[in-house]
C-alpha cells in the first residue's frame, strides 16, 4: 500500500496556528504523514544565499533566502507539541532536518521513526552520515540528482548505518561501505529513493516517471515520488507504477504569501488525491492472472459454445454449416470447433442444441 507523506513543509508561514490547521487537513484528507522541515535559518544559508528564481515570483519582503527563512521558522517548542499533537490524533509526524542540532532534537525530542532527508542535501556528507548513524530508517529524495551522486549519497549513508560511531578513514570507505554485503543489507532494509524533479511547478515534461524503474533497477531499492507539478495526475500515476511513497506539498490556500503555496493543493484537492491513490491500490491488487471470484459468476454469459446450426441425425458427417457459435457458454467450448468438422455425429441435434462430440 502507498503510503502518502501530506508535505507541509513551511507552509505554516511561520504560525504555530496554521501549523495546526495544516496537520488538521492532513488527518481528514487521511493521509499517512504529515511532514514539515525543521531548520535554524542562520544555519541553512548564508548571508548572499540568493532567492530561486521560483521564489523570487512568489515571496514578497525578503531579498535574500536568509530573509525569507528566518520568517518561515518555527521553534523546536512548536516542533514537538505539534509532534505530540500528531501522536494524539492518529498521524505520523515527520520532518526534515537541514542542520546537526535540528536533526539531534527531531531525534531525541519528538520521537520520530523515519528521517526524510531532502533533494538539496544528498551532496551534505557529513549531514547524510549523521541521518544514518541514528539507525532510522530514511526517505531520500534525488531531485537535480545524477546515478553516481546518488551512489556516493548511498555510500555513506551504508556506512554510517554499520559504523555507528565512526568516522571514515578516507573516501574509499563509502564506497566500500556501499559494496559491501552488510551494507546492501542495510540500504535494501532501511533506505527508500524518492524520485523528483526539483522545480515548483515541475514541467510535465520533466517529470519523467519511468526514471522510479530505472532506480529500482539500478539500486534494487524501495522506490517512491516526490511532487512538485500543479495538480493531482502525476501523483496518482506514481503510485500505480509502484511508489511506495508518495509526497505532495499542500496549502489551506494558494493564494497565501509564500514560496510553496502556489506548487501545492489545497484540502480538496488533497482528500481526492489520497482517495484516488487508495483507490489505485486496491486496483492494483495481485501480480497473478487469472479468473476473479467475480468473473467466474460471469463465464457462462459471457464466453461462446459450440450449437447445432441446423438439425444434425446421427451418422452424418458434421460440416461447416452445421454449426454455429454463440452465448451462453456452458456448453463445449469453440476451441474445439475444428475437431467436430468432418466427424460422423454420434448424436442427433435439433437446431439450437448444444452439440457435444467426443
Known amino acids: 500500500m ?4 501530506a508535505e507541509a513543509g513551511v507552509n505554516h508561514n511561520g504560525s504555530i496556528d496554521m501549523a495546526f490547521e495544516l496537520v488538521d487537513i492532513a488527518i481528514a ?12 535559518a542562520e544555519r541553512l544559508v548564508s548571508d548572499n544565499a540568493r532567492l530561486a528564481g521560483y521564489q523570487k515570483k512568489t515571496v514578497k519582503n525578503a531579498d535574500s533566502q536568509l530573509e525569507m527563512l528566518k520568517k518561515l521558522e518555527l521553534s523546536y ?14 498521524i505520523e509526524f515527520l520532518s526534515s532536518a537541514f542542520d546537526r542540532e535540528s536533526l539531534k532534537f527531531l531525534v531525541e525530542e519528538t520521537g520520530i521513526k523515519c528521517l526524510k532527508i531532502a533533494s538539496g542535501e544528498i551532496t551534505n556528507g557529513p549531514l547524510l552520515l549523521e541521518h544514518a548513524q541514528t539507525g532510522r530508517d530514511i526517505i ?11 551512489q556516493e549519497a548511498l555510500g555513506v549513508i551504508a556506512f554510517g548505518y554499520m559504523n555507528r560511531a565512526g568516522r571514515p578513514s578516507d573516501m574509499h570507505s563509502f564506497a566500500d561501505s556501499f559494496d559491501s554485503s552488510n551494507g546492501q543489507t542495510l540500504l535494501k532494509e532501511k533506505v527508500c529513493l524518492l524520485h523528483c524533479t526539483t522545480e ?4 510535465l515534461d520533466e517529470v519523467n516517471l519511468r526514471a522510479m524503474t530505472h532506480l529500482e533497477d539500478v539500486f534494487g531499492l524501495a522506490i517512491g515520488y516526490s511532487d512538485h507539478t500543479q495538480g493531482i495526475t502525476v501523483p496518482i500515476a506514481a503510485a500505480a507504477r509502484g511508489a511506495v511513497y508518495v509526497e505532495k506539498h499542500f496549502t489551506i490556500s494558494r493564494d497565501l504569501e509564500g514560496p510553496d503555496h502556489f506548487a501545492s ?20 491488487g495481485s501480480a497473478e492472472k487469472g479468473p476473479t471470484k467475480s468473473e467466474q459468476a460471469n463465464l457462462e454469459a459471457a ?22 457459435i454463440i452465448r451462453p457458454g456452458s456448453g463445449v467450448s469453440p476451441m474445439l ?5 468432418g466427424q460422423i455425429s454420434k448424436h442427433t441435434y435439433r437446431a439450437g442444441d448444444f452439440v457435444v462430440e467426443q
Open 2 to 5: 502507498t503510503k502518502i507523506i
Open 29 to 40: 484528507a487521511r493521509a499517512d504523514f504529515v511532514k514539515f522541515q525543521t531548520f535554524k
Open 77 to 90: 517548542r512548536d516542533f514537538k507539541v505539534l509532534a505530540d499533537y500528531c501522536l494524539a490524533n492518529g
Open 140 to 150: 531520500l529524495s534525488t531531485g537535480m540528482c545524477t546515478i553516481s551522486e546518488i
Open 200 to 203: 515548483y511547478p515541475a514541467p
Open 265 to 284: 493543493l489545497e484540502p480538496n484537492e488533497l482528500k481526492a488525491m489520497v482517495s484516488a491513490i487508495r483507490e489505485v491500490d486496491e486496483a492494483l
Open 303 to 324: 464466453r461462446k459454445s459450440i450449437i447445432a446450426a441446423r438439425d444434425i441425425i446421427a451418422g452424418q458427417v458434421i460440416q461447416q454449416e452445421d454449426l454455429s
Open 337 to 341: 470447433y475444428w475437431q467436430f468438422i
